[in-house]
């Protein structure tokens, strides 16, 4: 969803009425607030995923499920496997099953975010009839490590666990292993590209792991050019590819811009120096701007929920994407402030409580409608329920190594 570019571009999505707006935003995220989030995923999210689905109530079958034939052929043809999904339509929970079935041995699933592999280890383990760490799914996030080593054949890590799986013991830390899944893997950091670029590197050269299975997984990655990078790896020089054709619901979106998002807003000339065009008030990066940004925010947010109850019902959800930490404070407190009784505001962010970060999926607080502040923890193998609006600062903050 975020855009590194310095052209401004918001996108507002509705069932009915969608509209879509651009805001630049980025700044440096302050040091607080910060918890020990293994801590929290240990104790928490299984407790609260158990919420979902009840014990006794029958699972739906998932597009993945219904190409299980497909997918296995195509896997079986070839070292690297790339499988093209849209969201929602359960590669994540059902390829790691089928593929730990066919293949008789453990899989290893690398997920790009530390909440994305928590959620995905628990909701495959319910789906199993499993206890999270105690049989056939485990996880492994930073310092924590939920597993039975002689059990658990379904592993969930981040980028960075498989990265130092690597570093430390080669080839021989995936020997146990019958195939390794790469999830979500157009997500662009450090950690992600070095450790495929690390794992297509070992298979090449380690003998041991000629007959592990590489799957490549993403809703929007570029096929042709994950399929040259890999090709050294592939028989014939590429890798199979499979697209899971039947989709999740999709709903006709229209992109608008600033310009919109100010008409929207109802900003008036009052709101600008006369002298300055407004566009160019959100284009710097100083505080003045920031501020400005959130006060756009703010307005335009409360005129889509107030559109969003009268034209698509009740029980919908604004969500509202910001790079930082900081810009998510800023926005949150405008909110707050203006918001309608009734309107609920939650917030999805590594550094956040993870219950509250769990009780903006779930949408099941019976509120006319809900606005949701997210970072981009909220793009990885995470559905956040009847999104009528989406708002994207489409800036991102990131590291340079």
Sequence with gaps: ????????????????????????????????????????????????????????????????????????????????TLIIGATGCGKSTQVPKMLRTHLGRSVLCVQPRRMAVVAVATRVAEELGERLGEGVVGYHIGAAKLSELRKTQLMFVTAGILLEMLKSQGAASLAGYGAVIIDEVHERSCENDLSLACLIQLAQRAKELRPLKIILMSATADVRRYSEFVSKLCDGGKPATYAIGENATVYNTTPRYLKDAISVAGFGMHDWEADRDPMESFMGHDRPTMLRISELIDKLTCRLVERTIEEDGEGCTVLIFLPTYFAIEQVFGYLELSLPKGVPLYVLHSSVDMEDCMAALMGEDGARARVVIASAIAESSITIKKVTHVVDACRSCEIHW
């Excluded at 040091?31 to 006794?56: A, N």
């Design 1 to 80: 969803m975020f855009v590194s570019s310095p052209s401004l571009l918001l996108i507002l999505g509705g069932l009915r009425t969608p509209i879509a707006c651009v805001l630049p935003l980025c700044e440096d995220p302050p040091p607080v607030f910060r918890h020990s989030l293994e801590t929290i995923l240990c104790r928490v999210v299984p407790k609260l995923m158990s919420r979902f689905v009840g014990p006794d109530e029958p699972e739906p079958l998932l597009p993945a499920a219904r190409h299980a034939a497909g997918i296995l052929e195509r896997i079986d043809s070839n070292r690297v």
